[in-house]
T-cell receptor, first 113, second 112 residues
Framework: ETGVTQSPTHLIKTRGQQVTLRCSSQSGHNTVSWYQQALGQGPQFIFQ???????GRGNFPPRFSGLQFPNYSSELNVNALELDDSALYLC????????????FGNGTRLTVT | KNEVEQSPQNLTAQEGEFITINCSYSVGISALHWLQQHPGGGIVSLFM???GKKKHGRLIATINIQEKHSSLHITASHPRDSAVYICAVGPNYGGSQGNLIFGKGTKLSVKP
């Protein structure tokens, strides 16, 4: 078991730019979900991928998009960055589509200036 | 009103004390998660439960589905338990795959 790893750990971007965050899930975990956590708040669900297809989405605009790859890695892409996108972005993987324990990464801290 | 409410928001305890953190929710759920978040952001899943009670070491989690309430208990608290404890629920309405609704967390500080 190698755990869930996210990269980079910290990132600074300028408003209007695009960013790609990466997550490497545990082997055998075919579901990955992404969350945004603003400072002092609980995480908010962005979307979930199961077997490389999005199968659940929270209240985030289309400029938040993702990909999941066969090797259990995934990406979160955010276009046209806004200042309010500054947050900790967490990914979590699990076996199956839902209702199994989640394994979280340590997150990527994104700052938009 | 948030769909998941935690109390207290902040908690300071002396080493050895028994600690209870509460979580109330207003939606139908398929499961409830208790998570631990340390400074720096990493989250560890402590429990996932849909009924009854689970125990792991000094941690105990209970859930009452009828009352839509869960508690996390820490016995013989230790300074290393200092962290933010987050309650999250998986709603059971359609199209909700993967969607977890999180509480804002309870910041626990255990003093030696």
């Amino acid at each position: 078991e190698t755990g869930v790893t996210q990269s980079p750990t910290h990132l600074i971007k300028t408003r209007g730019q695009q960013v790609t965050l990466r997550c490497s899930s545990q082997s055998g975990h075919n579901t990955v979900s992404w969350y945004q956590q603003a400072l002092g708040q609980g995480p908010q669900f962005i979307f979930q991928y199961y077997r490389e297809e999005e199968n659940g989405r929270g209240n985030f605009p289309p400029r938040f998009s993702g990909l999941q790859f066969p090797n259990y890695s995934s990406e979160l892409n955010v276009n046209a960055l806004e200042l309010d996108d500054s947050a900790l972005y967490l990914c979590a993987s699990r076996e199956g589509a839902y209702n199994s324990p989640l394994h979280f990464g340590n997150g990527t801290r994104l700052t938009v200036t | 009103k948030n769909e998941v409410e935690q109390s207290p928001q902040n908690l300071t305890a002396q080493e050895g004390e028994f600690i209870t953190i509460n979580c109330s929710y207003s939606v139908g759920i398929s499961a409830l998660h208790w998570l631990q978040q340390h400074p720096g952001g990493g989250i560890v899943s402590l429990f996932m439960l849909s009924s009854g009670k689970k125990k792991h070491g000094r941690l105990i989690a209970t859930i009452n589905i009828q009352e839509k309430h869960s508690s996390l208990h820490i016995t013989a608290s230790h300074p290393r338990d200092s962290a933010v404890y987050i309650c999250a629920v998986g709603p059971n309405y359609g199209g909700s795959q993967g969607n977890l609704i999180f509480g804002k967390g309870t910041k626990l500080s255990v003093k030696p």
